[in-house]
DNA sequence: TATGATACAGTCCAGACTGTATGTAAATAA
DNA sequence: TTATTTACATACAGTCTGGACTGTATCATA
């Protein structure tokens, strides 16, 4: 009668996944909470619990295990993004809802603070840069194709480089909602973020339409349902 | 012949000041380089050439140096503001040369950088949220006079709540540039910046304009002129 | 089943950081 | 001048962190 014994036999890789998930779902955890300095391994591993062994056995350094934190994050927003994405797709006011599923699942998460954390980081790590640099450039491929799939350029624009344009524009969208996410805790009204998506949307309105009867979803890459980890 | 003695016979009150300055300027410099984590008491006493017994003189701990800090940068980039707006008093394109010069004078700075780090900081440190709260609050209190003064509604636009609607769009002017600046790092052509600010300034022309005639400085508030120190 | 590889646990250590305590010089008050 | 407060300097104590290191359990393979 083992009542202690799991008995679960599990492959080599099977535990090694499952280990290296319960570790980043603790960092990514600990980021949004403890902020990046706060991360510590100590803190991370005792999240997670496990014991400090097997996280200096599936990476080598602190900075082995924030870079892939830093990829399972982008890996998730990545995602979260796909979902909103398809979850407008067969909307009338499809800006609108765009603007505010993109900032109530993706902005106003605990995700973002995460990314906010590693951003900062960023600013002093050129090896953290470069890796949300690559990241970023992923969801940017996709995200543009599907701004292009839902919208075109507004009617009677004289604006040149339609696509461009677009493009300028959604870009101008994500650091908007980057800048609101940074500061949306010291405003006291929180009716400030809506108001401000309000405007975003009417402003944008001006510039675009959403193009009519298209009911397909977006352009979905291959990667897109690849697993979290390589 | 006493060529060690500096023989300047200074007040305390000179004292406590210069060294007070001293300390404050090195922690805004340390924020805004090493960051908030790096910031230890050490490097910033280290960074001032002073020794630590100066500032646990001045300041009991480290959260009061960084408060004091907060309140320095802001004051500053309360004066830095008011010398852009000023700057922008008897131009033409009064618009353009204010996105402008916010952008480079302020936004890309190191003091902003130092504010950015202060601002991930009070996610998790209520006391410094409330500190920056505040302090945001008085630069507010400067800049939408000051933009009621150079500016006014665009006719025909049919908005209700012209001065709630002029304030929401610098609102959102600021959250653009803060956005901006925490991602600037990251994009590898400089001139998405720049194309950014653009779009902005033509957005925003569309609802509003600058008035005509209007060469007289915007309202200057009193603690404008105030030393930094109280 | 025997042997080696992999996965994980727990501990130790050198360095760094903050707060404190004590000592000295400069300025003000008496 | 002398006494006393203020400004600054130095030394130290306690805590924490990240990396190294050793030992044990589990899995793969022959």
Redesign the interface.
């Known amino acids: 009668m083992s009542t202690t014994a799991p008995a679960v036999r599990r492959t080599q890789a099977e535990r090694s996944d499952a280990m290296r998930r319960r570790l980043l779902a603790a960092t990514v955890e600990s980021l949004a909470e ?5 991360s510590t391994l100590s803190s991370i591993v005792r999240r997670a619990g496990v014991s400090r062994g097997a996280q200096v056995h599936h990476y080598p350094n602190k900075q082995a295990l924030i870079l892939d934190a830093a990829d399972d994050l982008l890996r998730s927003s990545y995602r979260t993004l796909g979902a909103v994405l398809l979850s407008v797709a067969d909307e009338d006011n499809r800006l609108e809802m765009l603007v505010k599923a993109t900032w109530e699942q993706l902005f106003a998460t605990p995700l973002y ?1 995460a990314y ?2 590693l ?6 790590d050129p090896v953290l ?1 470069e890796a ?2 690559g990241m ?1 450039l992923r969801v940017s491929k996709v995200f543009e194709p599907a701004v292009e799939h839902y919208f075109m350029q507004a009617p009677g624009m004289p604006a040149p480089g339609t696509r461009e344009n677009l493009k ?2 959604f ?2 969208f ?7 996410a ?2 949306a ?2 405003f ?1 009204d929180p009716a ?1 973020v809506a ?2 998506l309000k ?2 949307t009417r ?1 944008a309105q ?1 510039v675009m339409r959403a193009r009519k009867g298209v009911r397909t979803p977006p352009p979905r890459p291959a990667e897109w349902d690849r697993p979290v980890l390589d």
């Open positions: 403890d902020g990046y300095a706060g603070r906010s954390e951003l900062v980081a960023s600013q002093r840069a949300l640099r970023l300028a524009v870009l101008q994500s650091c908007l909602l980057a800048g609101l940074s500061q805790h010291l006291n400030y108001a401000q405007l975003w402003q001006l």
